[in-house]
Structure formats: structure tokens, C-alpha cells
């Protein structure tokens, strides 16, 4: 019974921990899906500013993916069962919760560091039209539908997602920085060689989705 009861645990960890890897890696949202580009193209102009950026993202977008898990099963699945159209309800739901997320965000870094507060500038509220965040939620309520997530499972796809967007946009941030003292041919500067780096970035990305998928 203690052996099942341990291979049983040990399942269940590896499920997670590939979850949490494919989530970041393969299925990265923002280089896989694009979404969230826009703070991803203009916070990275500096490192600090996008390891902010990037850490507030894996907060917001992990307590919205478990708070909108919560809601999904205990709310709305069981008025869908009483016959009320709760798939419609869905993504109001969740741009409330968003909002009301993000602005506690907000309220909590403005308290613990005004640096990093007016580094993020208008950037910060504009999380809750981030459509990464929102479409985490979405694909989150696909694979508890599809493939039976549970809250630990949900809880690691949402660390993952916010994760593989801290990543993409710190590496994008240190890439800029070296581009500094590069010579680039005036054509290609400013957001040009962004966008192109931007296609290489996705490019590697996407060349790895066979390795492992949720």
C-alpha cells in the first residue's frame, strides 16, 4: 500500500514537473502563441525593467490561472449542469478577476517599491488587457476539460506560462543590451532588429515542441 501510495506520488510529480517544463519551454505563451507582445517589445529595452516586467507577469498569471480555475469548477460548471449558459459567462468572469488582480498588483509594488513602480509606468496596468494573461486562462479551462487538470496541475501550467513569458522577455532584454555596441545597419535599428530577433527567438522556441507536450 506504501509502495502504490509512493509510485502514485511520484506520478503525480512527474505529471506536474511536465506540465510546468512544457508550459515555459514548448508551449511558451508568448513565443509560441504571440501573445503578450506588446510589453514584451517595449519593456525590454532594460534588464531591470523587464525582470520586473517578467516577475509581475508569473504573480498575476498564476494567481489569476488558480483563482479562475476555482471559479470555473465550483462556479460556473455547476450552473452550466442547472442549465445556465455559464460558458458565456466565462470570460467576463475572468477579465474581473484579471482586473481586480492587477490592481491589487499594483497597489502592493506602488508600497514595496516606487522604483520599480514608475520603471513599469503605465505598462503595469495595462497587464490586465495583457492578452497572455487572459489566454492562459482559457487554455487552462481547454486542458481541464481535455485532459482532466487538477488545481496542482493548473497551479504549475500557470507558474510555467508566466515563467516561459519572464524568460523570453529577459533573454530578449540581454540581447538588446549587447546590441548597444553592435554595429547594425541604420535600416534595421530600433524596432526592426527587435522584430527580427523576436522570429529568430520564436523560431528556436517552437523547434523544440516535440520534446514534450501537455
Known amino acids: 500500500m506504501t509502495l502504490l501510495a509512493a509510485e502514485s506520488a511520484s506520478g503525480a510529480l512527474s505529471t506536474v514537473l511536465m506540465v510546468l517544463l512544457s508550459s515555459a519551454i514548448t508551449e511558451n ?50 450552473l452550466a449542469d442547472r442549465g445556465v449558459p455559464a460558458e458565456s459567462l466565462k470570460l467576463i468572469m475572468f477579465i474581473i478577476t484579471i482586473a481586480g488582480f492587477v490592481q491589487l498588483m499594483e497597489m502592493v509594488i506602488e508600497r514595496l517599491s516606487l522604483k520599480l513602480y514608475y520603471a513599469l509606468g503605465i505598462f503595469l496596468p495595462l497587464i490586465t488587457v495583457n492578452c497572455a494573461i487572459l489566454g492562459a486562462s482559457l487554455f487552462m479551462v481547454n486542458n481541464v476539460q481535455s485532459k482532466g487538470f487538477g488545481l496542482l496541475s493548473v497551479t504549475a501550467y500557470g507558474l510555467g506560462a508566466g515563467g516561459g513569458w519572464a524568460l523570453a522577455i529577459l533573454l530578449m532584454a540581454g540581447i538588446r543590451l549587447r546590441l548597444q555596441s553592435a554595429k547594425i545597419s541604420p535600416a ?8 527580427i530577433i523576436a522570429g529568430i527567438m520564436a523560431l528556436a522556441f517552437v523547434g523544440l515542441q516535440g520534446m514534450i507536450r501537455l
Not at 188 to 195: H, K
Open 29 to 78: 505563451i508568448l513565443l509560441t502563441r504571440f501573445l503578450g507582445m506588446c510589453p514584451f517589445l517595449s519593456i525590454s529595452k532594460q534588464l531591470k525593467s523587464a525582470a520586473g516586467m517578467g516577475l509581475a507577469v508569473i504573480v498575476v498569471l498564476t494567481g489569476t490561472c488558480v483563482i479562475n480555475y476555482l471559479l470555473y469548477v465550483y462556479v460556473l460548471a455547476p
Open 188 to 195: 534595421l535599428e530600433g524596432p526592426a532588429i527587435t522584430l
